[in-house]
């Protein structure tokens, strides 16, 4: 039996980077994965998505082209076999940068699927990766829960019958005709990629507008530019049933206003939950709440030996507040250097076409606390002129009104993730609207807008 100082279970985003730092401040670490290496993000989530939006971006570009003076054709046909082959190719590569990455380490590498014991006893044993795995035991000093989330199908008759993004990233056709389940993150982020590549898409959601917890303005914007990107939206709608109408190539949805829609796929995007079913955490008596695992952003639960960072908390459920939890931990434990993110001024983006990008609070949770000065602009970016294509920039400053501290920055326009990250900068420093003022602009550019928004658009008392 292998004994460590500290075992994490779960070689996502969280769990990898917690190893490497504790094993980096001399710690004897293991980690065990049962599925693939560098999680989610990497295999199922931020890396094949992001491929897809620029897979999508290009063949809008190639629209543009000639308007720009370029003599191609319009994209015909979009390669979706070839796509997918390049996007594992590349995932492959990195899959193996992170196992060199953690051997190098002098980390343990344990391929399998890990469950509890005991506090400080766990066993591995076969996974879809390793189905031959031997069953082995370890004891560790201290255990990290790192194991991520996995999507969430909504309790409706025939739900067996639609897909999830896991299966999206490996589907062996592109769906002509799709219907999406839900306008969070990735309900709107495949609409937009599975539009671009020439798809039918219908996105169905409960509320009136897309992207629930958003600002305001910021959704009534996105929903614009979904209608101009031809997709069609059914706002206030809820699926009751999934019928298979064509031996699994065909699905009928049926909708709570009576209506119903014959498709290729159904994409279930409505939720993910922590991946807890395996660990055995009952036994061990860790603590749970709404089926996610009860810890602290320093993650520690109600057992003092186990702790819990990333997704499986349930709280940001975002890649770099994994590795932020996951480092902070590994610190904490090995070598306390007081290191500290700034999990207030989280900067967040969806990657629809154009996306989204937001820093600090919304114009609704900043008025609960303050009274506001609101800056708007929206304009056509320059490089939509030529190629006429339609859709507006929305960019926003929430401001406080007394401190002149700009209290949230949201933009929906093209590069918005890119500008919004170095905006949090200024956010996180809890800069003044006066000091982004001062600020010379760099023309041309879409981000030179957010300092040179001079006059309010209005005011809000606080509520
Ligand atoms: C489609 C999609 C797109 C996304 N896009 C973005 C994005 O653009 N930006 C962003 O910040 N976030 C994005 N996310 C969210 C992001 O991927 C997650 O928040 C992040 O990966 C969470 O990291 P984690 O370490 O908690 O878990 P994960 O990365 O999920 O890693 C957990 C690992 O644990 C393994 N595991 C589970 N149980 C066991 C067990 N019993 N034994 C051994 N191993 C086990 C799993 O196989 C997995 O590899 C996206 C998610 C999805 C689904
Ligand atoms: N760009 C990014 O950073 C990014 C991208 C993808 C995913 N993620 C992360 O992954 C998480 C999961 O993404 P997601 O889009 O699945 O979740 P989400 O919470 O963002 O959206 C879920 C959607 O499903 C709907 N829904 C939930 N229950 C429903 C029901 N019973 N009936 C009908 N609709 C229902 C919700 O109203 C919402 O529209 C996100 O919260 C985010 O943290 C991040």
Known sequence: MQDYDLFVIG????????????????????????????????????????????AAETGRMIE??????????????????????AK???????????????????????TGD?????????????????PEAPVQRIRAKKIVLATGSTPVRLDIPGAELAITSDELFHLPERPQKVAIIGSGYIGVEFAGILAGMGSQVDLFY???????????EVRAHLKELIDLHGITQHPGTTPVRLEDIGGGKAVRLVMDDGESYEVDAVIMATGRRAAVDSLGLEAVGVTMEKGH?????????????????????DQYNLTPTAIAEGHMLAEQLFNPQGRTWSFETLPKAVFFSSPVGVVGLSEEEAAKD???????????PMRQTLPKRAGKVLMKLVVDRH?????????????????????????????????????????????EEFVTMRSPTRMVDRH
């Open 114 to 130: 890990a469950r509890l014991l005991d506090a400080n006893t766990l066993e591995i044993g076969p996974s879809v990766l390793a």
């Open 293 to 313: 695992v009860v810890a602290g952003i320093d993650g520690k639960t109600n057992i003092p030996s186990i702790y819990a960072i990333g997704d499986i908390r």
């Open 370 to 380: 303050h009274d506001l000065v609101i800056y708007t602009s929206q304009f056509t």
């Open 206 to 216: 409960r509320q009136p507008l897309p992207l629930r917890g958003f600002d305001e």
């Open 11 to 54: 070689a996502g985003s969280g769990g990898v980077r917690c190893a490497r730092i504790a094993a980096q401040n001399g710690a004897r670490v293991g980690i065990a994965e049962r599925r693939h290496w560098g999680g989610t993000c990497v295999n199922l989530g931020c890396v094949p998505k992001k491929l897809m939006v620029y």
């Open 403 to 447: 401190s002149d501290v700009v209290l949230g920055a949201h933009m929906v326009g093209p590069d918005a993730p890119e500008i919004i990250q170095m905006l949090a900068i200024a956010v996180t420093a809890k800069l003044t609207k006066k000091q982004l003022d001062q600020t010379v602009a760099l023309h041309p550019s879409t981000a």
């Open 64 to 85: 543009d082209a000639p308007a720009f003076g370029w003599d191609v054709q319009r994209p015909s046909s979009f390669d979706w076999y070839g796509f997918l082959a």
């Open 88 to 110: 594992d190719r590349e995932i492959e590569r990195l899959n193996g940068i992170y196992v060199s990455m953690l051997e190098k380490a002098g980390i343990d590498l344990y």
